[in-house]
T-cell receptor, first 111, second 113 residues
Framework: ETGVTQTPRHLVMGMTNKKSLKCEQH?????MYWYKQSAKKPLELMFV???????ENNSVPSRFSPECPNSSHLFLHLHTLQPEDSALYLC??????????FGPGTRLTVL | GESVGLHLPTLSVQEGDNSIINCAYS??????FIWYKQESGKGPQFIID?????DKRQGQRVTVLLNKTVKHLSLQIAATQPGDSAVYFC????????????FGAGTRLAVHP
């Protein structure tokens, strides 16, 4: 266990659905991240939150909406997704510039 | 057309042999490097890291070598075991701010008995 948990582990949704992914870190870290890992591309950084403020939005479409209510929790709200958004979504946390610890991921399938 | 997956280079080794996984990084300003291991169905797991003021660092059964001249990083695994079978990623970081990780495409390590 890395101290980073993600729920749900698997999610199937239609293109008109709205769902949310949740990440929680139990490490006392001050930065949290969302990554997308698809079969066709290397690991892609989506969003970064440092001290609960978004510091990076890596040209992610607006159908993905992150939320960081406190330093331990990170959400990714999903709406009107496309089939090409099907991927493994990974959350990570770190303390400042130190190494990032990853959660197990949410396997998302968009029908 | 039919979509295809990302074709990762694969390293096949016999159990008990040593493995060497290589990585070329892109930015000469990168000053911190990490190796991650990702098993099927799991998130990446930290293995070992190295800062740019070092050229070698050893852990338990693993050694990372850094050659800044040619921007090359390698991970050596001694006495490879079946449990080492996974995809291995190197990541580079330019320190400052929140320290953005840039990941390589990964190498698949297959260990055969």
């Amino acid at each position: 266990e890395t101290g980073v948990t993600q729920t749900p582990r698997h999610l199937v949704m239609g293109m008109t659905n709205k769902k949310s992914l949740k990440c929680e870190q139990h490490l006392g870290h001050n930065a949290m991240y969302w990554y997308k890992q698809s079969a066709k591309k290397p690991l892609e950084l989506m969003f970064v939150y440092s001290l609960e403020e978004r510091v990076e939005n890596n040209s992610v479409p607006s159908r993905f909406s992150p939320e960081c209510p406190n330093s331990s929790h990170l959400f990714l709200h999903l709406h009107t997704l496309q089939p090409e958004d099907s991927a493994l979504y990974l959350c990570a946390s770190s303390q400042g510039g130190q190494k990032q610890f990853f959660g197990p991921g949410t396997r998302l399938t968009v029908l | 057309g039919e979509s295809v997956g990302l074709h990762l280079p694969t390293l096949s080794v016999q159990e008990g042999d040593n493995s060497i996984i290589n990585c070329a990084y892109s930015n000469s300003a990168s000053d911190y490097f990490i190796w991650y291991k990702q098993e099927s169905g799991k998130g990446p797991q930290f293995i070992i890291d190295i800062r740019s003021n070092m050229d070698k660092r050893q852990g338990q059964r693993v050694t990372v070598l850094l050659n800044k001249t040619v921007k090359h990083l390698s991970l050596q695994i001694a006495a490879t075991q079946p449990g080492d079978s996974a995809v291995y990623f190197c990541a580079e970081i330019i320190s400052g701010g929140y320290n953005k990780l840039i990941f390589g495409a990964g190498t698949r390590l297959a260990v055969h008995p």
